[in-house]
């Protein structure tokens, strides 16, 4: 295999896991992230055995579990009496079946121990305060310039630079997102302040009209996740870091169950977040002779199936594997976009179609639309069984 110089434009999840699967596989990466510091936002996230396996070959599964609550069930009930709808067993069958755990995770976690590994791999891996502004594509080099006057010069440029993507954007112009009349709000709570035993171990799934609520734990249980998403005409920014009024938030969930208010009247009133959430189609071409897209820049997703990340982290592993095989590299490129972009935009109109099952108008059409549903397990086999270190690339 021939080693490269390999530019990696965003220091997200995406990106450090790309990273760190170049670097470990002997290519010379450097990591260019316009945030003055690396950090997440603070949200929780959902890793699957499709994404763990990756991270166990980095060898990162320790600190994984470290951090991270692995839910005992996924649970389907009513917003507003919490009677249960449908439940299965989650992170013990999911593990079981699919050679890997279900794991929660706090996403700044998640984040430092990409980039602890990342700089493991390779000490002054990443470059900070360096704001993308466009790319120059060579016969024999590709170069990424940022606002301060400066580039850096490679063989190859991953474009890992999420939602509003400026590689993604020279590549193919704007992506026009469509507001899809959804608003996410997000809250984190420390349990300590929440009643005992008030919730499961488990991922809880609250619908009703118009909306839907997930609650789930991190960081060993210390912490609920709270994410309510609700129908509303007005878009706001996308952005996860818009701060709205707490009484808005207890306005837009009058009428559910009293677990839901709890967590509401409980939250730091000053940290209540929501984004407004916006529809892309997936991208079906990634890549030119020298530079290729990766996670959110390619296959921007709706949060319905949990699956922007790990997608993202599949992504570098096949990335990887893609470029081993063929010493041409818009070769290797187009192996690694041929076995990629199929798959997620499955998943992508898969999270679609899964925001209208969780918005249903009445209670009859939920027990309707869960009487037709199959077990969890058997529902996602498709999804969760996809190993990115070993699936056959053609």
């Not at 609550?69 to 989650?90: C, K, M, N, W």
């Not at 310039?145 to 704007?174: C, E, I, P, Y």
């Not at 041409?328 to 798959?343: M, S």
């Amino acid at each position: 295999m021939q080693k490269r110089k390999i530019i990696v434009a965003g220091a997200g999840l995406g990106g450090l896991a790309a990273a760190c699967c170049l670097m470990k596989a002997g290519h010379d990466v450097e990591i260019y992230e316009q945030a003055p510091q690396l950090g997440e936002i603070g949200a929780g996230i959902q890793v699957s055995a499709n994404s763990q396996h990756v991270l166990r070959y980095l060898g990162l599964g320790p600190y994984i579990d470290e951090v991270g609550v692995r839910p005992g069930a996924y649970v389907f009930r009513l917003h507003d009496t919490g009677e249960i709808i449908q439940r299965f067993s989650l992170a013990e069958e999911h593990e079981k079946i699919n050679g890997a755990p279900y794991t929660q995770l706090h996403r700044a976690d998640f984040h430092e121990i990409l980039a602890a590994k990342a700089r493991e791999l390779k000490p002054d891996v990443v470059h900070l305060n360096k704001k993308a502004t466009h790319y120059v594509e060579r016969d024999d080099g590709v170069e990424l310039h940022f606002t301060d006057g400066t580039f850096a010069r490679a063989d190859l440029l991953v474009g890992s630079d999420g939602l509003k993507s400026v590689v993604r954007n020279q590549m193919h112009g704007d992506s026009h997102p469509v507001y899809t009349g959804d608003a996410a709000w997000r809250l984190l709570i420390p349990t300590d302040r929440l009643p005992p035993g008030m919730l499961e171990e488990v991922m809880s799934v609250f619908m009703g009209p118009g909306g839907h609520v997930v609650c789930y734990y991190l960081r060993g249980g210390s912490v609920l996740n709270f994410v309510g998403l609700v129908e509303k005409e007005e878009a706001s920014e996308e952005s996860w870091t818009m701060k709205f009024p707490w009484e808005k938030l207890k306005e837009d969930f009058v009428g559910w169950h009293p677990i839901i208010q709890t967590i509401i009247d409980t939250c730091d009133r000053d940290a209540c977040y929501r984004w407004s959430l916006f529809q892309r189609e997936p991208l079906m071409d990634w890549s030119t002779k020298r530079v290729t897209l990766l996670g959110d820049a390619c296959h921007p997703t709706l949060p319905y199936l949990a699956q922007g990340a790990a997608m993202a982290v599949e992504d570098g592993a096949v990335l990887t594997r893609a470029l081993a095989m063929s010493d041409d590299l818009a070769e290797g490129l187009q192996i690694y976009q041929r076995n990629r972009i199929d798959r997620t935009a499955k998943i992508v109109r898969q999270s679609s179609a899964n925001r209208t099952l969780f918005h249903l108008n009445t209670e009859a059409e939920i027990r309707a639309a869960f009487s037709k549903r199959d077990e969890g397990a058997d529902r996602n086999k498709w999804l969760y069984s996809y190993n990115p270190l070993t699936v056959e690339l053609v």
